[in-house]
């Protein structure tokens, strides 16, 4: 699963697990809490021997939270191995009984294929201290002023002024 995702990070050109040590950390220590509540699932594609995608997930009672994603490029690139076991998992938990299996944040074509709810993100902040409390509310603030017509006004007046580059 490791090696798998670090290998998609980098042809992302992203640093995934390589440039983010702590988040490997964590996922090392979630998968040992996990398994020792017996929540985590981790399931595979094997195929000629050669493990072609992972899954990383948690179970609550009959419910299974499809957390990481993970699969094998080169020759096995065309076949859509993440993508195959995600199905194989899909229907295998349908036989076992389970009730939902949450996709995970993302509106990926396979995701949308494959579910009938939707539930769309929100935020929420929980602010604890003085200073806490006040940030969203400088945070809103200040994003009324970027869009008050005034402000504009003013920083068009004020481009006029600026020297600009060649």
């Known amino acids: 699963l490791v090696a798998q995702k670090q290998r998609w990070f980098d042809e992302l050109g992203l640093p995934g697990f390589a440039g983010k040590p702590l988040t490997l950390a964590f996922l090392q220590e979630a998968t040992a809490a996990f398994a020792a509540s017996r929540s985590l699932m981790l399931c595979g594609l094997i195929v000629d021997g050669e493990v072609t995608a992972v899954q990383w997930g948690l179970q609550q009672g009959t419910v299974f939270y499809g957390l990481l994603t993970s699969f094998e490029a080169g020759k096995w690139t065309k076949h859509s191995c993440g993508r195959v076991l995600n199905w194989l998992l899909l229907k295998r938990l349908h036989a076992d009984g389970f009730s939902y299996f949450d996709q995970g944040y993302g509106d990926e074509p396979y995701k949308l294929n494959s579910c009938d709810t939707t539930i769309p993100l929100t935020t929420v ?42």
Not at 127 to 151: A, D, F, I, K, Y
């Open 125 to 166: 902040e929980i602010c604890v201290t003085l200073r806490g409390r006040l940030s969203p509310r400088l945070r809103r603030l200040l994003r009324r002023l970027e869009s008050h017509p005034l402000q504009q006004r003013l920083a068009d007046f004020t481009d006029t002024f600026r020297p600009r580059r060649p």
